[in-house]
């Protein structure tokens, strides 16, 4: 005999099913889905046709937990503050210790939490850019919710999309997440100060990503030592 | 509670309300208060989606799928159904949202409660004890 629980997961499974494989209604819905994917697209065109409208340069940073992506963005706005005007708009799941860690070295912050959602979206940068007034501004930073998967799908409207691994997330890390170095310009491989200590095989990390995306520019820095910021600074020709 | 804020509340008490000083404080509270005030610590429900600055008041309620900010104040008592999105908006204490809600620049003031499902409201004061939308008292800005 059937539990409750099992008959009501099955009652579920059958309310999906029969209402939205409708023959009168099938074509809506997927017509409604290829709909919805369209909006991030038009959002994200938007959002950089308002950039450029406003000349400012803007770079979205995607990467897992841990890897630096803050640390990166300490040192970034530390050495570009006198010069440019920034906004950094920082996304986590929750709390805004990486907007305060930003803020310190005088940047322009707005945190947005997302609760349960894995990755920013073209609608949430839209909003904050709606409500500011972007003459204010002549660079800006997002900094994605760490993620090397969800953020693949969400295009921000960004100039530039910067990917940033470390070498202790191990050699295969690249290879694993094909999706999020196709849809980027540059990828970072963070921690190189760890090399000698862990022996991780940074060689397979760089040529996995050029195999990935052949258009990508690959390069090594330490956060926490400072090597090769400014030659970041330089590739992102600011 | 801010200066901006309690004048506003204090001007759609009345019952000719001064729609332009409204907007005056409500510009003044965005521009100058509510970054200071920005506070999502507590509330009870659901993990919504907040872009700051937000006020969260104490016990608030919050749905399921819910995205609040930027430019929001929510006072204390306040209840806000599943599936709403809340931009540049000020809900005063004690009100009750039904779901499926977008409010994008209104106002609603103290103990309004509105229990009804699937409102989009753009620019407006609503006010009032309203089970459907045809009952809902609303003062376009």
């Known amino acids: 005999m059937l539990d409750k629980e099992e008959l009501e997961i099955r009652r579920i499974q059958e309310l999906e099913s029969t209402n939205l494989a409708r023959e009168e209604i099938r074509d809506l819905v997927i017509e409604t889905k290829k709909e919805v994917e369209k909006e991030n697209e038009i959002l994200a065109e938007?959002?950089?046709?308002?950039?450029?409208?406003?000349?400012?340069?803007?770079?979205?940073?995607?990467?897992?937990?841990?890897?630096?992506?803050?640390a990166i963005l300490e040192r970034i706005v530390f050495h570009l503050k006198n010069k440019y005007r920034i906004l950094v708009i920082c996304g986590d799941i929750t709390t805004r210790i990486d907007a305060d860690r930003i803020e310190k070295h005088n940047a322009e912050t707005v945190q947005i939490n997302t609760g349960r959602e894995c990755a920013l979206n073209a609608y949430h940068i839209y909003q904050i850019i709606k409500n500011k007034d972007l003459t204010d501004?002549?660079?800006?930073?997002?900094?994605?919710?760490?993620?090397?998967i969800c953020p693949?799908?969400?295009t921000l409207g960004t100039d530039k999309r910067i990917v940033i691994v470390s070498?202790?997330?191990?050699e295969w890390v690249v290879e694993k997440h094909p999706l999020l170095f196709k849809t980027s310009d540059i990828t970072i491989i963070n921690k190189?100060?760890?090399?000698?200590?862990?022996?991780?095989?940074?060689?397979?990390m760089i040529n996995d990503a050029k195999e990935i995306n052949p258009n990508i520019i690959v390069l090594t820095t330490s956060a926490k030592t400072g090597k090769n910021i400014d030659k970041l600074i330089e590739i992102l020709d600011l | 509670m801010k200066e901006s804020l309690e004048k506003i509340e204090k001007l759609i008490a009345e019952d000719d309300i001064d729609i332009k000083k409204v907007k005056e404080n409500q510009i003044n509270f965005i521009k100058n208060e509510l970054k200071d005030l920005h506070c999502v610590d507590n509330f009870i429900g659901d993990f919504p989606t907040f872009i700051e600055p937000v006020h969260l008041g104490t016990n608030v309620t919050i749905g399921d799928d819910v995205l609040i900010g930027p430019n929001v104040y929510i006072g204390n008592n306040c209840k806000i159904g599943d599936?709403?999105?809340?931009?540049?908006?000020?809900?005063?204490?004690?009100?009750?949202?039904?779901?499926n809600f977008k409010l994008e620049n209104c106002i609603v003031a103290k103990d309004s409660k509105l229990t009804f499902n699937n409102l989009k409201e753009f620019n407006c004061i609503l006010m009032g004890q309203a089970d459907s939308k045809k009952n809902l008292k609303k003062i376009n800005f």
């Not at chain 1, 450029?52 to 630096?68: E, L, P, Y």
């Not at chain 1, 190189?192 to 397979?204: A, F, M, P, Q």
């Not at chain 2, 599936?83 to 779901?99: A, H, K, P, R, S």
């Open chain 1, 152 to 154: 693949s799908e969400f």
């Open chain 1, 137 to 148: 501004y002549d660079l800006i930073f997002i900094e994605n919710v760490g993620n090397l």
């Open chain 1, 46 to 70: 938007r959002i950089n046709k308002e950039f450029v409208r406003n000349n400012i340069k803007s770079f979205d940073i995607v990467g897992a937990i841990g890897a630096g992506k803050t």
């Open chain 1, 192 to 204: 190189i100060d760890l090399k000698e200590r862990l022996g991780t095989n940074v060689e397979k």
């Open chain 1, 167 to 170: 070498i202790t997330e191990g």
């Open chain 2, 83 to 99: 599936y709403g999105e809340l931009v540049n908006t000020f809900l005063f204490d004690n009100v009750i949202i039904g779901e």
